[in-house]
Structure formats: structure tokens, C-alpha cells
């Protein structure tokens, strides 16, 4: 594949450069903890090393790629994360859910409406990697909507971690077509509720939904990761 050249070239061939790695690594088609072969890439996309080392610093600065010594590896997600990694999102998500309906203007609203119905879309289209871009971006706008740059900030670093928590939750563990539909319905639901507090500046409801929402997200990543539980490994405790 080979970027086209022309007119403010470099700069069109850096972003193009940057979105196909991003997507790469958010679709571990860059295996998380590989070394990044960036000759293989220079040649796969057909641009010279300047661009592809561009992308490289913009994905450093994300925290999707990470330097190791002289070389350059995707940065990899660790099971010992996962604790620190929902505690921060859900905190996060709770306080930016809070802050956007408290601060949100007309025209952030609008867009926000607008990002949830192209998520919805992307549903009825059926590709994954729109699906979670959408997602991303449905949750992007809100972020900006509470104007407060250093927690949206950090809140989008996390969305990516999970853009890529959710694609591997995809590849492994149980993935029945009526679970998924089921998991799918309440992220619809989750989203229409959060807009729907954000629209009425109800940051009560909208930290409610936050939460909820954040615990559909773990719960399925642990019942991917883990499996579901089995009835003999459930315990009821009892009052005496």
C-alpha cells in the first residue's frame, strides 16, 4: 500500500500514516508488546521515514507506543493493570459525566446527539472497528463538554487502553451471539441515558449512568477474560 503524493504531501501522508498504525495497534493487528519494525512499515505504506517517526512520537505521547531502550515496542496491557486500570475509569468517567452536564453548551449537546446516533449506525453496519471508533468518539465529546482539559486528557488515554481491552474481549473467551446482542442493547441504552442527563443538566443522573456504564464494560471484559462463573463456584452467604 502506498500513500499518495501531492500538494502538503508530507503533512497529509503524516496523518495518514498516524490513523493506519493507530488503527493497527487498536486492532492488535500489532501484536501488544512487539517490537515496532519501523523498515517493514516504511515499506508496507510506501513514504519515507520521516512520517512513519512522526506517527511514532504522536503514538508515544498516547501511550500506544512505548520507548525500550533504543527501540520502540506497542505498549502492552498486563493483567495486574486491570485493578488500577477500572478503578481510574470509573472515577473519571463519573467526574467528566458529572462536569458535562453541568457545563455543556447547545452546541456541544448537538454534537454529542450527533456522535451517539453515528454510534448507533455503526452498529447497523456491522463493522467493529467503526463501532469502536464511534464509541470513542461519543465518549470524546462528552469529555469536552465538562472543559476540563486535564482530566479529558487522561480519560482518553483510558478510552484507548479499553478500545483495545474490548477488541481482545472479541477474539477470546465466550462470545455467544445473544450475549453479545445483549451487551450491545445496554451500551445503546447506557449512551441514551447519559445524553439524555447531560441534555437536562442532571449531573446526579449522569454520574449514575457513568457508573453503570463502567461496570457493563468490566464485567464483560471479566467474563471474557475469566469466564463466566460456573454454578458450583457461586457462594451464598446466609445471616445467622
Known sequence: ?????????????????????????????????????????????????TPVREAVIRLVSEGLLQRDGRQIRVSSFEVGQLRPFFEANRLLSRS???????RRSPAQLERINGEMHAFEKSLRDGNDAFMNEANFRFHKEIALAADSSFLEQTYSELQLEAMRLSRQCFEVG???????????????????????????????????????HSDLFRERVARQLLGSPSPSATVVLTDH
Open 1 to 49: 500500500m502506498s500513500l499518495a503524493l501531492g500538494s502538503d504531501a508530507s503533512v497529509r501522508n503524516g496523518d495518514r500514516v498516524y490513523e493506519d498504525l493507530r488503527q493497527r495497534i487498536l486492532s492488535l493487528d500489532l501484536v501488544p508488546g512487539s517490537v515496532f519494525d519501523e523498515a517493514r512499515i516504511v515499506s508496507e505504506l510506501g513514504v519515507s521515514r
Open 96 to 102: 467528566l459525566h458529572r462536569l458535562a452536564a453541568i
Open 174 to 212: 465466550d462470545n455467544t451471539t445473544d450475549q453479545f446482542e445483549a451487551h450491545i442493547a445496554q451500551i445503546v441504552t447506557d449512551h441514551r441515558d447519559l445524553f439524555k442527563a447531560i441534555e437536562q443538566r442532571n449531573p446526579d443522573d449522569a454520574d449514575a449512568v457513568a457508573s453503570r
